[in-house]
C-alpha cells in the first residue's frame, strides 16, 4: 500500500528546498547589493583621483608649452646672464663696503687726531692754570 502522505511529504521537501534556495539566493542578492555599494563608492573615489590627475595633466602641459615657448637654451642662456649680474652685483657691493670701511677708518683716525690735539691743548690750559695759581699762592 503506498503511504497517502508521500505526495504532501514530497511538497514539503520541495517546498523546504525551495525555501532553502531562496534564502541562499537572497543572500547573495544582498551581498550583490553590499559589492555594488563598495563599487560605486570605489567608482567615486577613482573619479575624484581622475578630476585631479586631469587638473595635474592640465597644469604640466601649460608648463611644457611655456617650457617649449620659452626654449631650453634661453633659459640656460637667462639663467647665466642672471648669474654674471649676480657675481658683477656682489664685486660692486664688495667695492662699496671696502670704500665705506677705508673712509671710516681714515675718519676715526683724523677724529683721534682731532681729540688727541683737542686733549693736549686743554692738558696745557690746565698746567698753565695750575702754575699760575701755584706761583700766586707761594
Not at 504532501?8 to 547589493?33: C, G, H, M, P
Not at 683716525?109 to 700766586?136: C, F, H, M, N, Y
Request: no cysteine.
Amino acid at each position: 500500500m503506498s503511504d497517502p502522505a508521500a505526495p504532501f511529504n514530497q511538497i514539503e521537501q520541495q517546498a523546504a528546498d525551495l525555501v532553502e534556495k531562496l534564502t541562499a539566493l537572497r543572500r547573495e542578492t544582498e551581498s550583490y547589493v553590499g559589492a555594488r555599494a563598495a563599487l560605486d563608492t570605489a567608482v567615486a573615489g577613482i573619479s575624484g583621483v581622475m578630476e585631479q590627475l586631469a587638473a595635474a595633466a592640465s597644469g604640466l602641459t601649460t608648463v611644457s608649452v611655456t617650457l617649449r615657448e620659452i626654449g631650453t637654451p634661453q633659459i640656460l642662456q637667462t639663467q647665466d646672464q642672471l648669474r654674471i649680474h649676480l657675481a658683477e652685483s656682489v664685486e660692486e657691493f664688495r667695492s662699496q663696503v671696502d670704500g665705506l670701511q677705508t673712509g671710516l677708518v681714515t675718519r676715526l683716525d683724523q677724529t683721534e687726531d682731532v681729540v688727541r690735539s683737542e686733549v693736549r691743548s686743554r692738558i696745557s690750559e690746565l698746567e698753565g692754570g695750575l702754575s699760575t695759581k701755584i706761583e700766586a699762592t707761594d
